[in-house]
C-alpha cells in the first residue's frame, strides 16, 4: 500500500483518544488514524457492481414483505423514540441500507 502525506485537523477531544489508544496498543498514533480513514472511506464507497448474496426459497411468498415491513416499522419507531429524546442523530449503519454502498438484497 502506498502511503501519502496528509494533513487534517481534528478535534482535541478525538485526538486524545486517538493517542490513549495507541500508547494502549502500542501502536503509532498514525496507525489508528490511518484504520479510521480506511473504515470511513470503506462506509463512503459505492461499489459498480451489487454484491453477490446467497439467497434462499423459505417456501413463503410473503416473507421478504413482512421482513422490510417489520424492519421499517422498527427503524420509524427507533427514529421517532431518539427524537422525542431530542436525539436526532441517526445510530448505526451511517444511513446505507445492505451494509456496501446501500445495495439491498
Known amino acids: 500500500m502506498g502511503l501519502k502525506r496528509t494533513t487534517v ?3 482535541e ?3 486524545a483518544v486517538i493517542k490513549e489508544a495507541a500508547a494502549r496498543r502500542g501502536v503509532p498514533e498514525a496507525e489508528i ?4 480513514i480506511h ?3 470503506m462506509g463512503e464507497r ?3 457492481e451489487p454484491l453477490d448474496m446467497p439467497t434462499f426459497d423459505s417456501g413463503d411468498p410473503t416473507l ?3 421482513v422490510r415491513e417489520i424492519l421499517y416499522d422498527d ?3 427507533s427514529e421517532e423514540s431518539h427524537e422525542a429524546d431530542g436525539d436526532h442523530e441517526t445510530h448505526g449503519g451511517h444511513g446505507q441500507r445492505g ?3 446501500g445495495h439491498a438484497a
Request: glycine share 12%.
Open 46 to 48: 459505492r461499489w459498480e
Open 99 to 101: 451494509g456496501h454502498g
Open 64 to 66: 421478504a414483505n413482512r
Open 39 to 41: 473504515l470511513a472511506a
Open 75 to 77: 427503524s420509524r419507531a
Open 9 to 11: 485537523y481534528v478535534e
Open 33 to 36: 488514524i490511518r484504520r479510521g
Open 13 to 15: 477531544q478525538d485526538l
